[in-house]
């Protein structure tokens, strides 16, 4: 489709204003963890996840520019644009803030369908698919919070990519590693649809991150992303990425197990041996699910009313009765040595309970214990 005069002359403005490139590139980005690449990445998310006085022990980024700061939108949430090595645009995400508000976003970890409707104010409603599985569930808040800044995101972009640019990077550190891998999939949805250029290439680098989503999600999200498009990086002892909780319950299983043949099974039985392993099912499957059951309470419904606090028109969705939480995407294991634990002491002040979980301790891990 030709593009009209008049757009291309704003097109061409705004790269000129960016200092975005203007003209075609190849596509630079291969597949699998690239040790240079995620320092490079890890230091941006350092410049705006971490105090300055934390973020002094990681390097400035040494091949990428600040191209964009968007506003802070949603449940305190900020985004920035990078150019890397004139070459890669990079979407970073930023984690929690000390602000309430903020936290409400990993709070809100009852599950919802990963494709429907967010109903956030009046004017605002969220469409989303993020996995084409029927049973895919993902994290409430962070789709929530990733309504937001996808109105920003996409126009930037459409922008880069009317400039040249294929190679696209999300990432995120903590719940910007949450969000990211929601933001990831909607714009990996949107190019199976046709939405987004086929030749445009999104490589993912998450850190530090909770889990996204079910079990169906994972499996849904790699099948779409590809093999070695999407690391997750990890330091073992990081408490972050095993949050949420998980909980499985037999109705996770797929509709075809051993659970009604069981059942069957003990039809046939007489009327003592059934009351016997109906009781002991009982015991076995009730409590995983009554705890699904206070998680919609408590992080579902009673933090959707918190968040209305702050948005009055939102409409709490429907959850999913599951909250089976599994990691997602390729696992790169950062593991701590003798040396690690004596610069991260968590006996000198057992408040710092984010000692393994910043920025400085996976850079630390980053350059000295991996790939050795």
Not at 130 to 137: D, F, N, T
Not at 172 to 178: E, F, N, T, V, Y
Request: glycine share 6%.
């Amino acid at each position: 489709m030709e593009i009209p005069l008049l757009c291309k002359k704003i097109c061409l403005y705004f790269f000129l204003a960016l200092g975005l490139p203007i003209g075609g590139y190849a596509q630079v980005l291969q597949p699998g963890f690239d040790k240079a690449e995620f320092t490079e990445i890890l230091a941006i998310n350092a410049r705006f996840s971490e105090s300055p006085e934390m973020a002094r022990y990681i390097p400035n980024p040494e091949h990428s520019r600040l191209l964009y700061k968007s506003g802070e939108v949603g449940l305190v949430n900020h985004w920035q644009l990078w150019l890397m090595d004139e070459r890669v645009a990079v979407i970073c995400t930023r984690g929690s803030t000390r602000e309430g508000e903020s936290w409400l976003a990993n709070l809100f970890a009852a599950q919802i369908p990963a494709k429907g409707v967010l109903h956030i104010e009046k004017d605002f409603e969220f469409e989303y698919t993020l996995a084409e599985h029927p049973r895919a569930a993902v994290h409430a808040g962070y789709v929530f919070s990733s309504a937001f800044l996808l109105r920003d995101v996409l126009p930037k972009i459409d922008s880069c990519y009317r400039s040249g640019i294929r190679d696209f990077v999300l990432s995120g550190h903590s719940q910007g590693g949450g969000i990211t891998y929601i933001m990831s999939a909607y714009l990996l949805q949107l190019q199976k649809a046709g939405k987004l250029p086929a030749d445009m290439r999104i490589k993912v680098y998450t850190s530090a991150s909770p889990k996204p989503g079910n079990l169906y999600f994972a499996y849904d999200y790699e099948h779409s992303v590809g093999e070695g498009w999407s690391q997750h990086v990890v330091n073992t002892e990081d408490w972050v990425p095993q949050s949420p909780f998980t909980v499985q319950t037999i109705s996770d299983l797929p509709d075809v197990n051993p659970v009604p043949a069981l059942r069957a099974t003990l039809k046939k039985q007489s009327f003592f041996k059934r009351l016997f392993f109906n009781s002991l099912y009982k015991k076995m499957t009730n409590p995983s699910q009554k705890a699904v059951d206070r998680y919609q309470k408590y992080l579902g419904k009673f933090t959707g009313k918190q968040i209305k606090k702050y948005y009055p028109d939102f409409v709490i969705p429907d959850f999913v009765n599951s909250n089976e939480y599994v990691r997602t995407g390729k696992q790169v294991v950062l593991y701590p040595d003798s040396s690690y634990f004596e610069q991260f002491d968590y006996s000198r002040d057992k408040t710092k309970i984010m000692l393994h979980h910043s920025t400085v301790a996976y850079y630390y891990l980053l350059k000295h214990n991996y790939g050795k």
